[in-house]
């Protein structure tokens, strides 16, 4: 590959710069030591978190709806500890795009934008190619993101079930070169042990009309109300699809929430109907606390955005970092659910969701009115090598398994596909 020449490029409010490094540097504090367990309830980390959003979104929405010029858009890393934000693109930054850095982006922030290899389009068509290839093969991968440096696509496998692609128990290294040969892109690839549906047998939580309150299935078990919100008349309640059948969905103590309506399993999530208004709230606190906090719509997730998760196993949990979005995931049975985020929590292994969580919200910017936060997504999963012990009754309403690793289905594909507005 040809050196890359940097270019800087002054504006009135924001410096762009034009490298070849990966992103934003880890952020670091006054003393130079690398900061850790920044609380995303804070104010400030939540406005910052919020301004960057104005220039990532308005980017991508000109993205979504192919507007000429954009086919080169690659991906988007956020640091709001850093008030930074790296833009990656294929071939030319066209004008469009290089008018909202210079008129969106605030004093004081920083918007960086990277030569990438591939566009988000190219790799998502290897991806294609990739979930084509090991369609039918139960257990082969468990997940695949595109990097959205636009270097290529990860891939997590199973050493034990990835006969098709390289053979029994194929190191890392082999088991991506064979998926970039199938693929024509470079592949990262990690062995995995899968993730976990976050569905379970117990609870003690209650609130059914808030979105991370304890939710029993048709079948008995335990998950978690999701958003919110109508389908034309209808008012209606989100949680994750593989928690159970149609039928009627009760409350922890027996009352009948409502029934269910549809359900998408790749999206793997469903919707309950009910006969209240729904509050277009959320739990905030621990799992026994009543603390509930407002929404204010929905909004877009980017790698390095710092979210919380709120289930009625486990509680509200912040620090949660995005390390990956619009992924794919494959179940045990080989079922893929797409499209997903995953999170991992930051600065160390911490609880962000348990068994029981399924269904409920993730959020994030608690930069509106009181604090209230935007909807990101709803919780489907936790990773199986990231599991904690947790102790019933003081860490979680039961004794439970948790995790510090969450998927997640994000907000737009939900509320596309089934036609729903949020309260």
Same mark, same amino acid.
């Given at each position: 590959?040809?050196?890359?020449?940097?270019?800087?490029?002054?504006?009135?409010?924001?410096?762009?710069?034009?490298?070849?490094?990966?992103?934003?540097?880890?952020?670091?504090?006054?003393?130079?030591?690398?900061?850790?367990?920044?609380?995303?309830?804070?104010?400030?980390?939540?406005?910052?978190?919020?301004?960057?959003?104005?220039?990532?979104?308005?980017?991508?929405?000109?993205?979504?709806?192919?507007?000429?010029?954009?086919? +080169?858009?690659?991906?988007?890393?956020?640091?709001?500890?850093?008030?930074?934000?790296?833009?990656?693109?294929?071939?030319?930054?066209?004008?469009?795009?290089?008018?909202?850095?210079?008129? /969106?982006?605030?004093?004081?922030?920083?918007?960086?934008?990277?030569?990438?290899?591939?566009?988000?389009?190219?790799?998502? /068509?290897?991806?294609?190619?990739?979930?084509?290839?090991?369609?039918?093969?139960?257990?082969?991968?468990?997940?695949?993101?595109?990097?959205?440096?636009?270097?290529?696509?990860?891939?997590?496998?199973?050493?034990?079930?990835?006969?098709?692609?390289? +053979?029994?128990?194929?190191?890392?290294?082999?088991?991506?070169?064979?998926?970039?040969?199938?693929?024509?892109?470079?592949?990262?690839?990690?062995?995995?042990?899968?993730?976990?549906?976050?569905?379970?047998?117990?609870?003690?939580?209650?609130?059914?009309?808030?979105?991370?309150?304890?939710?029993?299935?048709? /079948?008995?078990?335990?998950? !978690?109300?999701?958003?919110? +919100?109508?389908?034309?008349?209808?008012?209606?309640?989100?949680?994750?699809?593989?928690?159970?059948?149609?039928?009627?969905?009760?409350?922890?103590?027996?009352?009948?929430?409502?029934?269910?309506?549809?359900?998408?399993?790749?999206?793997?999530?469903?919707?309950?109907?009910?006969?209240?208004?729904?509050?277009?709230?959320?739990?905030?606190?621990?799992?026994?606390?009543?603390?509930?906090?407002?929404?204010?719509?929905?909004?877009?997730?980017?790698?390095?955005?710092?979210?919380?998760?709120?289930?009625?196993?486990?509680?509200?949990?912040?620090?949660?970092?995005?390390?990956?979005?619009?992924?794919?995931?494959?179940?045990?049975?080989?079922?893929?659910?797409?499209?997903?985020?995953?999170?991992?929590?930051?600065?160390?292994?911490?609880?962000?969701?348990?068994?029981?969580? !399924?269904?409920?919200?993730?959020?994030?910017?608690?930069?509106?009115?009181?604090?209230?936060?935007?909807?990101?997504?709803?919780?489907?999963?936790?990773?199986?090598?990231?599991?904690?012990?947790?102790?019933?009754?003081?860490?979680?309403?039961?004794?439970?398994?948790?995790?510090?690793?969450?998927?997640?289905?994000?907000?737009?594909?939900?509320?596309?596909?089934?036609?729903?507005?949020?309260?």
């Amino acid at each position: 590959m040809r050196p890359r020449r940097s270019l800087t490029v002054a504006f009135a409010a924001v410096a762009v710069l034009f490298v070849s490094s990966a992103g934003p540097t880890p952020p670091v504090d006054e003393a130079g030591g690398l900061l850790h367990g920044v609380n995303l309830i804070t104010e400030d980390i939540g406005t910052r978190q919020a301004k960057l959003h104005q220039v990532a979104d308005a980017i991508q929405d000109l993205v979504d709806s192919h507007t000429p010029g954009t086919d +080169g858009y690659a991906g988007i890393i956020v640091d709001p500890t850093a008030r930074a934000l790296a833009l990656y693109w294929k071939g030319e930054l066209p004008p469009l795009v290089s008018t909202i850095i210079s008129t /969106r982006t605030p004093d004081q922030y920083t918007v960086s934008v990277h030569p990438a290899r591939f566009s988000r389009a190219e790799l998502d /068509r290897a991806i294609d190619v990739f979930v084509a290839a090991t369609r039918g093969s139960a257990g082969e991968w468990s997940s695949v993101f595109r990097q959205e440096q636009g270097s290529g696509i990860r891939i997590t496998y199973q050493p034990t079930t990835s006969h098709r692609i390289a +053979g029994p128990m194929p190191s890392a290294d082999r088991y991506a070169a064979r998926a970039a040969a199938m693929t024509g892109v470079p592949v990262s690839a990690t062995p995995g042990q899968g993730f976990v549906p976050l569905a379970g047998s117990r609870g003690a939580a209650r609130g059914p009309w808030d979105a991370g309150a304890e939710l029993r299935t048709p /079948r008995g078990s335990f998950c !978690s109300t999701g958003f919110g +919100g109508f389908k034309g008349n209808q008012r209606v309640l989100l949680t994750a699809a593989h928690c159970g059948p149609l039928g009627d969905y009760r409350t922890g103590d027996g009352q009948v929430v409502g029934p269910g309506l549809e359900s998408n399993s790749a999206l793997d999530v469903a919707l309950v109907g009910i006969d209240q208004t729904p509050e277009g709230r959320f739990f905030d606190s621990a799992w026994n606390s009543p603390s509930t906090r407002g929404l204010y719509g929905a909004g877009r997730n980017n790698v390095g955005d710092l979210t919380c998760t709120s289930g009625a196993a486990s509680g509200y949990h912040c620090d949660v970092e995005l390390t990956g979005v619009e992924g794919r995931m494959a179940n045990e049975h080989g079922d893929v659910i797409s499209p997903v985020d995953v999170g991992e929590h930051r600065g160390g292994h911490a609880v962000v969701v348990a068994l029981g969580d !399924s269904g409920g919200p993730v959020v994030a910017d608690p930069a509106g009115p009181q604090a209230a936060m935007t909807a990101r997504g709803i919780i489907v999963a936790g990773g199986k090598g990231t599991q904690i012990q947790c102790r019933g009754g003081s860490d979680t309403a039961v004794d439970t398994v948790c995790f510090w690793q969450v998927m997640y289905v994000p907000m737009t594909p939900i509320l596309n596909t089934f036609g729903i507005s949020l309260s």
